[in-house]
């Protein structure tokens, strides 16, 4: 339908598609306007308007909102100017003309119509196919789905931002007439929830510990409090379940504002739940709150409090530099003593800083290296100013001197840090810093739970909501419940498509895909970005790789929106640089100093403030294993018997409260086979970011460690999940110098924590080049029998172990014939049968009474690669041990990569063997 290009107004609403006629009546000076219906009506001159000259607009390019049902799709689109504002016409997708005033639409134009933009979107939109999350109903690509129903990008999104950075304002809002922080707060919370609630974009850097979860919560409160609406989302259900939980604790009891939505069986069970009715609110009403004396006792808690989270901070990094210090001169006490150095006696007779000792320290090192002549003046300056004779320093053995000033400045410089350390408790208990944060964060809960009270406690009846009402009526849903939870997949479908955020906070950023990130971002106009880019990142597939890959080669869009190379946090940080703020949670509160000060240095360069206190023990602790090649395909026995047989049992906290954590899933699995503790959790790495143990105990698995288990993001979060204790388990081996694991080492051993060096051992150790020497020596005092040196090593074990009991006549054969020692088969069936009295189906070893010639014990040696579980050989020996199940002829299974076979030989010797023995005394 082609639009007329003039528009009637009367009395400021449009009437075009009604009047049959108009003219102007200069004898009236009125308009004199006839309707469809044949009525006539005339209008004053100012009651009425012809506009005309309209400014045409691409229709494809903008979507409207009228009353909350959506336009697009429109056919063309006309903007007139009136006396009194815009006036909009356009024609929709059924051929309908449609006129209203600017007042009752909300216009849009897509981000889409930008050229680089969309070639951004499309290459996003391509990545989405090979990446998507299937759901369980309908094997429907979910985020491919949701990408065919983006037809529309409103450019005010945050996502439409992400795609034109270059057009991002990034003008701060104006601040908001009063902060809360009803789940407590600290200076980098602070700043982190001003610049979340100032900003169009935020980003927030969590590190471990350091309160992610407390200041989403702040953020939740504050926009809540300013009538806005917020969907939180993550990668998966139990970051945002999280949150929920945090909401409906006893102390806060808000879950009532949030809906957890998401995917098909989540909305389902919130309809489900609705009650019909508001909690009771009548005690959260507080007619202080609106006294200007309620507010503004608020903002002078926060102004104090301002200083008193500098003292804290300045007091926690005090407090780590003095165990810094102590540590360090521990060690140099140990290398002193082991050197035998002997430290002049010679003492400084005036009191000096540490600073000032450095100085004396430098100008005589340099004294002594350059042999530089010393004048009258300068031996006249080191008495008065320094109170030393420098004539008796230079007769002192230049090493023995520099020991004395090593150990002075250790005593200085630790005086100077405990009179630091001091003065800021003093100054936090004169302040009762404690008490005024606990009333600021009370008062805080006060005043939003009234406000919610005045919003929600007027009735006691709550609308009851439908899978449909959820789906056509999002703003009411909305008013009911402003915060929306669910996972990034289903950001645009928790709702209605067409429902828009105030805010979208993302948490666990660092693990979503680009695609899925900005999916989330198209739904809302401001995005607070949360995560950690040294915690680990989104996994990518061999298969994705390579598609992914693919499509790159078809949209050459900017490096920074790379979906294999960039998780989503990294991309949005390069996308748009300083354009944005980006805030770093600093104080750490969830380990033990030990623990936490690896992963400081070695990846947070020393930004984190550690707040939490040691409390006497050594938190770390270092198991290693006996030499030898004890990994294999990703797994390692050694290391699984080391936690089960030495490690756990020396544990004197519940179960419940230990964590068994390995980088590769094969490894868990045999470990969850080893060690059969239901309370105990064993995960991979990667489950476990997000949560956390008192104890943690990390299985290397490799001998060396390898590119993969040595990542960044692994080690940290491998050691951040450890509270109280961290246990590492790994191979003597020398690990990599430029390794993390050989710094976590090397950290262990600086800190002067608990080593131990398992006894754990085997006989298959000689297999390996290891013991190339000592398995030749070792062979050379015993018959070979085989070309597998793995069977020889178990025969001459057998025979030391026969030799050791020469009162009972035993023997042993190799490689015996089943079809010779079952040769009654009657208890057998058919299948088995046929393997028995075939000619390669034998047993390794066979012990026997040399008198009775009857069988004792059946003995079988097991490669790992070719026995491991799921192989064809796994199979038969399944069969070959219910053989001799069923004739009662006792097995022992001894695995290459297995330990203390000479013990459980002996042991099981003993036990067949002691009927025997007691007849024959």
């Not at 030990?594 to 990846?603: A, K, L, V």
């Amino acid at each position: 339908m082609n639009l007329p290009n003039v528009m009637l107004v009367a009395k400021k609403t449009p009437v075009t598609r009604d009047v049959v006629h108009y003219h102007y009546n200069p004898g009236t000076k009125k308009w004199d306007v006839t309707y469809k219906s044949g009525n006539t009506f005339h209008y004053n001159y100012a009651n009425f308007e012809v506009l005309k000259q309209p400014k045409a607009l691409d229709a494809q390019a903008y979507q409207i909102m009228v009353d909350g049902m959506r336009f697009d799709g429109l056919t063309s689109l006309l903007c007139y100017s009136g006396s009194d504002g815009e006036y909009w016409q356009f024609c929709d997708k059924r051929g309908n003309l449609r006129e209203y005033p600017s007042s009752r639409l909300d216009i849009s134009r897509s981000a889409l119509c930008h050229a680089k933009a969309r070639e951004i979107f499309s290459y996003l939109e391509q990545a989405a196919t090979c990446i998507s999350v299937v759901t369980e109903d309908d094997n429907t690509a979910l985020l491919q789905k949701q990408y065919k129903k983006l037809h529309h990008l409103d450019e005010r999104t945050a996502a439409a931002d992400y795609l034109n950075p270059a057009a991002y304002q990034a003008t701060a809002k104006p601040n908001v007439p009063i902060l809360i922080f009803p789940f407590g707060c600290n200076e980098s919370q602070f700043a982190a929830v001003t610049a979340a609630l100032s900003h169009k974009i935020s980003v927030i850097e969590g590190p471990p510990g350091t309160g992610k979860t407390q200041t989403i919560l702040n953020i939740l409160a504050n926009l809540v409090l300013q009538g806005q609406t917020v969907q939180v989302v993550s990668n998966n259900n139990s970051a945002i379940d999280n949150v929920l939980k945090k909401l409906a604790a006893p102390a806060c009891g808000i879950d009532f504002i949030a809906a957890p939505l998401g995917r098909k069986e989540r909305k389902e069970d919130f309809i489900q739940s609705q009650t019909g009715r508001y909690p009771d609110l009548t005690e959260w009403y507080n007619a202080d709150c609106h006294r200007s004396e309620f507010l503004g006792a608020l903002q002078n808690a926060y102004q104090k409090l301002q200083a008193i989270f500098r003292a804290k901070n300045e007091l926690a990094k005090t407090q780590a530099e003095r165990a810094a210090l102590q540590c360090e001169q521990e060690n140099f006490q140990a290398c002193f003593l082991e050197n035998a150095f002997q430290a002049t006696d010679i003492r400084f007779k005036r009191h000096l800083s540490a600073d000032k000792l450095l100085l004396f320290w430098q100008e005589y090192q340099d004294i002594v290296e350059k042999q530089r002549p010393v004048g009258l003046f300068y031996r006249l300056l080191c008495r008065f100013s320094y109170g030393v004779s420098l004539e008796r320093l230079l007769q002192e053995p230049p090493g023995a001197v520099l020991c004395m000033l090593q150990k002075e400045y250790y005593l200085l410089k630790a005086q100077e840090l405990d009179a630091q350390i001091e003065a800021l408790q003093a100054q936090l208990r004169n302040t009762d810093a404690e008490t005024l944060l606990t009333q600021f964060t009370t008062q805080s809960m006060i005043y939003f739970r009234n406000a919610l009270a005045e919003r929600y406690g007027k009735s006691k009846t709550r609308p009851i909501f439908t899978l449909d009402t959820l789906w056509r009526t999002p703003v009411t849903f909305l008013q009911e419940y402003p915060v929306i939870l669910g996972t990034c997949y289903t950001a645009r479908s928790s709702l209605s498509g067409t429902a828009q955020f105030d805010y979208v906070i993302m948490d666990e950023a660092s693990q979503i895909n680009i695609p899925t990130g900005f999916l989330a971002l198209s739904s809302a106009q401001n995005a607070v970005v949360v995560g950690d880019t040294r915690q680990l990142s989104h996994i990518v597939t061999r298969e994705e790789r390579a598609a992914l890959t693919a499509i790159a080669q078809r949209y050459p869009v900017p490096p920074a929106y790379d979906c294999i190379r960039y998780n989503f946090l990294r991309s949005l940080r390069r996308v748009m640089g300083d354009r944005v703020p980006q805030t770093i949670l600093r104080e750490h509160y969830r380990c033990h100093p030990q623990i936490i000060g690896f992963c400081n240095q070695q990846f947070y360069r020393g930004e984190l403030i550690i707040m939490t206190t040691p409390d006497g023990e050594k938190a770390l602790q270092l198991y290693t294993t006996v030499p030898g090649k004890h990994e294999r395909d990703h797994t390692n026995l050694r290391q699984a018997q080391v936690i089960r047989d030495e490690v756990l049992p020396q544990l004197d906290c519940p179960k419940s409260e230990i964590g068994i954590i390995a980088p590769y899933r094969d490894q868990i699995e045999l470990l969850e086979r080893e060690i059969r503790e239901p309370e105990i959790e064993i995960d991979t790495v990667h489950k476990f970011q997000g949560r956390e143990k008192d104890v943690i105990i990390f299985c290397t698995t490799n001998d060396v460690i390898s590119e993969f288990a040595d990542q960044d993001s692994l080690i940290n979060v491998a050691i951040s999940r450890a509270k109280k204790k961290l246990i590492l388990i790994a191979s003597p081996e020398e690990q990599p110098k430029d390794s993390n694991l050989g710094a976590l080492e090397w950290y262990i051993r600086y800190n002067n924590c608990d080593i131990h060096h398992s006894a754990i051992s085997s006989v298959f150790d000689y297999l390996y080049n290891h013991y190339a020497e000592a398995r030749r020596s070792y062979l050379q005092k015993h018959k070979r029998i085989s070309g597998f040196d793995s069977e020889n090593l178990m025969y001459a074990l057998i025979e030391d172990m026969l030799a050791a009991r020469p009162d009972v006549p035993l023997g042993v054969v190799c490689h015996y014939p089943l079809h010779l020692i079952f040769a009654n088969t009657a208890r057998l069936d058919e299948d088995e049968r046929r393997y028995v009295m075939t000619d390669c189906s034998h047993l390794d070893f066979l012990i026997y009474n040399r008198v009775s010639h009857q069988p004792l014990l059946a003995i079988e040696v097991d490669g790992w690669h070719y026995h491991r579980p799921g192989s064809e050989q796994a199979e038969r020996d399944h069969k070959k041990n219910h053989i001799l199940e069923v004739y009662h002829l006792p097995l022992l299974r001894f695995a290459t990569n297995g330990s203390g076979e000479a013990a459980q030989l002996s042991t099981t010797l003993d036990a067949l063997l002691t009927p025997a023995v007691e007849k024959n005394a």
